[in-house]
């Protein structure tokens, strides 16, 4: 199978940052006290991880030109231009950084990034205008939001809701209800399971090892991955779908691209594609019924059926009958095969 390579680069520089210098401040806070976190910065990163230990905030402060400046310059920067508030308030931990002006002089402002070290077992506001956000080992209501970062994500569960306008989706070995969202970058999911919604406006979507009820969708890019069981709606206007080794039930579409797919069907399959070929393998031994059509039909043979068969149609009961197949190749090919 053709995999879709995606990177993730833009998130390096504030992880090297973040631990090759120290933070401008940080504070420590009982563990058992902290029941939910709120963070927000205009201009930095915010990364969360759960770990043992009390809760600590490391604040991060650098110019938003990239020049050194002295800690005395830090100092004076952030009393004329910000409200920091890092602190603890009826079980709220808060890492809050607000510019006090509105005509903000960006060459001269700051970029102020949050490292939070926390529980575990806590739900989470976090907004940043143009950082990344990073989050490892969460368990709870989760809501995060970027205007131009990425969104790196591992071993979370519950509820998990993410938005990001221009950066790059990863998520790993997470679970229950996912929820993400880029305007216009790539996605990646990896060992996830639950209730799962991925969304682009303008990039690839890469899904692997993936369980449960899977929605993914792109305007214009490309749709694929392998090892899925579940439910999977697959949407592209502009793409190819590739999927190898699927389990489950698949409603899939493109309209400017081709449709590969190997699967062992549960409850359905349903495949559309206006501009391009479609491929589809399945097991010789399932009871189906099949409702195959497009410009031009091939088939490997088939043993046990009964129904129709021409150069443009195949409709009509494998082993029986059973499973719904429909597919729709309008103006392309459709190759069907049987393992």
């Known amino acids: ?18 631990q090759t210098s120290a933070p401008y401040m940080q504070k420590s806070f009982p563990r058992d006290a902290v029941h939910r976190l709120e963070a927000q910065t205009s201009g930095g990163n915010i990364s969360v991880s759960a770990e043992p230990g009390d809760a600590r905030v490391e604040v991060y402060i650098r110019s938003n030109n990239g020049r050194e400046i002295s800690k005395e310059e830090i100092q004076q920067r952030l009393n004329e231009q910000f409200d920091l508030t890092v602190g603890l308030e009826g079980g709220v931990l808060k890492a809050v950084a607000k510019h006090k002006l509105r005509d903000i002089n960006w060459n001269k402002s700051l970029s102020i990034s949050f490292v939070i070290h926390s529980p575990s077992a806590v739900s989470s506001s976090l907004k940043t205008s143009g ?19 990425n969104l790196s994500l591992a071993g979370l569960s519950g509820k998990i809701t993410g938005r990001t306008s221009g950066g790059n989706v990863s998520i790993d070995n997470s679970k229950d209800n996912i929820d993400l969202q880029t305007s216009g970058g790539n996605m990646s999911a990896k060992h996830c399971e639950g209730t799962i919604r991925l969304e682009t406006s ?17 305007s214009g890019g490309h749709v694929g991955g392998s090892n899925v ?16 080794n699927m389990t489950g039930s698949l409603a899939a579409s493109t309209s400017g691209g081709n449709i590969h797919v190997i699967i ?13 070929n479609i491929t589809l393998e399945l097991p010789k031994d399932k009871g189906m019924d099949l409702n195959i059509s497009g410009d ?9 059926f009964r129904g129709d068969v021409d150069k443009h149609r195949i409709s009509g009961s494998l082993n029986g009958g059973g499973i719904p197949v429909k597919v729709d190749g309008n103006g392309g090919s459709v190759h069907l095969s049987f393992r």
Do not use: W, Y
């Open 296 to 304: 031009q039909v091939h088939s490997t043979a088939m043993t046990n």
């Open 131 to 149: 950082g990344n956000i990073d989050l490892n080992g969460l368990s709870g209501n989760e809501d995060f939001k970027t205007s131009g970062g």
């Open 229 to 244: 069981a579940g439910e999977l709606q697959a949407r592209t206007s502009g793409g190819n779908i590739d999927f190898d």
């Open 1 to 18: 199978m053709k995999r879709i390579l995606i990177a993730f680069a833009c998130g390096l520089p504030f992880i090297l940052h973040a």
């Open 202 to 218: 303008g990039g690839n979507l890469d899904i692997t090892d993936i369980k449960g009820s899977i929605k993914a969708t792109t």
């Open 264 to 276: 062992n069907p549960a409850k359905f399959i349903d495949l559309s594609n206006s501009g391009g």
